[in-house]
């Protein structure tokens, strides 16, 4: 992990909003190829909105943070806790923040809070995302598949049984 900055959280703010929209434009490469900036912008702005929109309604009870580093906002995070799970909604970092250990280290928080609670962490995540990768390395196992996502979840138990697998291979071997 090569964190060189102090990551907090905090809610976000009316005055965060453009960071917010220039930090889910960071997500869309796919709108760059449109030929009128007009078109793009507004496209951009509609689905930000229609993202936004869908997040409140579906987990109306989600913690919605800001990732400061050095104060300064690099990403947000939607956390939904719930009786049943704690749920990672969404992460996302602008890319020169992104594969510095930031979102690993928010990662293993929750499953820190998973493991304290006895609740699985879960999620969801595109087929395509790169960041199925990092879930996979802190453990996440794939569940079930949903269109063009995988649904993916991490649980304490279900860590240390594979440690103590692992630990009973090495004896063995």
């Excluded at 490469?29 to 030929?35: E, R, S």
């Excluded at 409140?56 to 939607?78: F, H, K, S, T």
């Excluded at 979840?153 to 860590?159: D, G, L, R, S």
């Amino acid at each position: 992990m090569d964190i060189d900055h102090a990551i907090t959280l905090r809610p976000p703010t009316e005055a965060d909003l453009p960071f917010l929209q220039e930090l889910y434009a960071s997500t869309r490469a796919d709108l760059a190829q449109l030929d009128s900036e007009t078109t793009r912008q507004l496209i951009m702005r509609m689905q930000f909105e229609a993202q936004q929109s869908w997040y409140r309604a579906q987990y109306p009870q989600a913690d919605v943070n800001l990732i400061l580093a050095n104060e300064m906002p690099v990403g947000r995070l939607y956390v939904a806790r719930g009786s049943e799970e704690i749920r990672l909604i969404d992460i996302c970092l602008l890319p020169e923040y992104r594969r510095h250990g930031i979102g690993a280290a928010l990662l293993r928080e929750l499953q820190d809070e998973g493991a304290a609670t006895a609740l699985p962490v879960r999620l969801l995540v595109a087929m395509d995302n790169p960041a199925i990768h990092l879930y996979q390395r802190l453990g996440f196992m794939p569940v079930d598949l949903r269109g063009m996502h995988r649904a993916m979840e991490w649980q304490a138990a279900q860590q240390e049984a594979e440690a103590a697998v692992q630990r009973a291979t090495t004896h063995t071997s």
